[in-house]
Every structure is written in structure tokens, then in C-alpha cells.
């Protein structure tokens, strides 16, 4: 009885294990850039394995034996970046959250974000989370100090000789500064949405930072996260948003609720909004 019981519930748990892997690994890549490339990939194994095996084609069958390491090597190359990801959220998994500092730097955010939208000084702030953000962009000048309204506002100033791009930072301390984000290459954007803009949605779309951007030329304040891109929010909204995807609560949270709500978070927010262009060279560039 239990030599039969041993012989139905090991392929169970293997089979579950499994189509657990495979149901938060596709969670994970979706809506990437490379989610198009894992179809097409999964598509070609598939049907070669079942046109060797219907149609008894013996060197196909070989050559898929002799070869099936190197396809393992080529699908960790092809797929690098989602790897990297995956990785980089699981070993950044949430024990402990010390919700009263993460609570001050997102003060310090929207203090900054208040004043440069007052008098219309453009600005593009990503914040890093479990991604190193240095290997997705370009330049960027070290400058390693307390994140404070002050410090990002004299980055920003019109002329300054570091205020064109972006700023990363980490934690309460402001890592990069003239950083040239990657710029989003979706076609349903509209031509009149801003460079500033389509670098804080590129960022999105290649990492796990939030972006905030404030437009130059309207003062419009906006974010974009996961590939999700929205417009002219207010100080509230944004406060409630970043609390909502920076805050650790106190208590620990289990691996499986943790694992959903890493591949299920999104902003509470529509398409992107379309908008009257703020007129910006890319990053790096003098703009309007």
C-alpha cells in the first residue's frame, strides 16, 4: 500500500512543483519586453519535440538529445535580463520593514516633486529597489549623498551642469545623478509624449524602479512603474502610490503571499494618458 501511495504522489508533487515554477516564472517575464521572444521560443521547442516524436524522425530525435544543453545554455543568454529579475526579487524577499523610514524618503520625494512642479522645473527621479539601476543606463555622475528636497532641487535647477537626466536613488541617499535612462520603444505611446517621459517609462519596462517624473513645461507631475505609465497625478495620489509599492509592512509576510504579490502588483491606473508633448530633448540633452 505504501510502495503504491509512494509511486502516485512523488509525480504529484513533481508535477505540481513544476506547474508552479512555470506559472509565476511566465508571471514574472509578462508584459517585458521579452515575453514576446519566450513565446517564440517555447513555440520552436514544441513543435520540434512533437514533430520528432510523431514522426519518428530519428536524427531529429538525436540532434535534440545531443544539443539539448546547449539549448539550456542559449535560453539563460536570450533570457538574461528576466532571469536577472526573477533573482534579484527573490533574494530581495521582505522579512522586516522599517516602515518609518521608508515613510520619510518618500517625504522627501514629494516635498521635491511640490516645489520643482510649483515653478516648473522639469525633473526625472528613479527610485531603485531590488534591481542595480546603474546597469540599465548610461553615464551618470556619482554623487553618493543625502537624499534631501534641497540637494535634488539644486540638481535640477535650470543650468546647473547635472540637471539634465535622471537622478537613481537608493534608500535616503541619492547614488547617480545626469543619468541617461533607456527610452521606451512601445508604438501605441502618443508622438506628442515627452523624451522625459518615455525614459521614465523605458526604465519601467527594463527594471523594477519607480519613476516620477515633473514635466518643464506644464508641471505636470507623473510616474511610471512596471510598464505602466500615468499622468498629472496629484500630491495625494502619488503619496498613496508609493506607499502602496515602497512600504514593507512591520510584520513578515510568508513566501507564497510575498511571491503573488510580486508578480500581481500594478498601479491603480489606466492606459497612458495622452497629453500635450512637455517639449524635451532626451536626457543628457538641453531641453525647452
Not at 553615464?139 to 537613481?168: K, Q, R, W, Y
Amino acid at each position: 500500500m505504501w510502495t503504491s501511495l509512494q509511486s502516485v504522489w512523488r509525480p504529484a508533487l513533481e508535477i505540481l512543483i513544476l506547474a508552479v515554477a512555470i506559472y509565476y516564472a511566465s508571471r514574472f517575464v509578462r508584459g517585458t519586453r521579452g515575453w514576446p521572444v519566450v513565446i517564440g521560443f517555447v513555440i520552436v521547442v514544441v513543435a520540434l519535440a512533437l514533430a520528432t516524436t510523431l514522426l519518428d524522425l530519428k536524427v531529429l530525435q538525436w540532434m535534440l538529445g545531443t544539443f539539448s544543453a546547449f539549448i539550456a545554455v542559449a535560453a539563460l543568454v536570450i533570457f538574461q535580463p528576466e532571469l536577472r529579475r526573477m533573482l534579484g526579487e527573490l533574494g530581495n524577499l521582505p522579512l522586516f520593514g522599517a516602515a518609518h523610514e521608508q515613510r520619510e524618503n518618500i517625504e522627501v520625494i514629494i516635498q521635491t516633486v511640490e516645489r520643482l512642479a510649483d515653478v516648473r522645473i522639469g525633473a526625472l527621479m528613479a527610485i531603485e529597489q531590488s534591481i542595480q539601476l546603474q546597469e540599465a543606463v548610461e553615464s551618470g555622475i556619482v554623487v553618493d549623498c543625502e537624499a534631501t528636497p534641497e540637494m535634488l532641487e539644486t540638481i535640477f535647477f535650470p543650468n546647473n551642469a547635472i540637471h539634465d537626466g535622471g537622478v537613481i536613488i537608493k534608500g535616503d541617499r541619492i547614488a547617480y545623478a545626469a543619468c541617461i535612462f533607456p527610452l521606451t520603444q512601445r508604438p501605441d505611446l502618443s508622438k506628442s509624449l515627452g523624451t522625459r517621459h518615455r525614459a521614465a517609462i523605458g526604465l519601467s519596462e527594463e527594471t523594477d524602479a519607480v519613476v516620477v517624473a515633473v514635466s518643464e513645461e506644464t508641471g505636470a507631475i507623473s510616474y511610471a512603474y512596471k510598464s505602466q505609465f500615468v499622468r498629472g497625478v496629484s500630491l495625494v495620489e502619488l503619496r498613496a502610490f508609493l506607499t502602496s509599492v515602497l512600504v514593507r509592512p512591520v510584520k513578515a509576510r510568508g513566501f507564497v503571499k510575498w511571491l503573488r504579490s510580486r508578480t500581481t502588483e500594478r498601479p491603480k491606473a489606466g492606459p497612458v494618458a495622452v497629453a500635450k508633448s512637455d517639449g524635451h530633448a532626451p536626457p543628457g540633452q538641453p531641453g525647452k
